[in-house]
């Protein structure tokens, strides 16, 4: 099993910033690659951006340019650096783990962008 928390969500103007941190345990040698996705009220849940164990990323493309998926091993965390951030990124991330034995997720977090 793996356990997720996720952290860093909060009220933001437009064009400001955000880090999101996801803290990772239990069995984490099992992880093969995470991923933050968003889901915003009424929408359905979309994958923000994804990094595999040897570091090659993903992102939508409603966020290249803007947000920077990284993880640091040695603190078993990922993070999610948002910027020039616009109300249409206001929705609850979600941390997401793919294992050898599962996928995993996070409780979420909500990130607001006012405009």
């Known amino acids: 099993q793996v356990q997720l928390v996720e952290s860093g969500g909060g009220l933001v103007q437009a064009g400001g910033s955000l880090r999101l941190s996801c803290a990772a345990s239990g069995s984490i040698f099992t992880i093969t690659a995470m991923g933050w996705y968003r889901q915003a009220p009424g929408k359905q849940r979309e994958l923000v951006a994804s990094?595999?164990?040897?570091?090659?990323?993903n992102y939508a493309d409603s966020v290249k340019g803007r947000f920077t998926i990284s993880r640091d091993n040695a603190k078993n965390t990922m993070y999610l650096q948002m910027n020039s951030l616009k109300p249409e990124d206001s929705a609850v991330y979600y941390c997401n783990a793919w294992g050898l034995f599962g996928e995993y997720w996070g409780q979420g977090t909500q990130v607001t962008v006012s405009s």
């Open positions: 990094i595999t164990n040897s570091g090659s990323t």
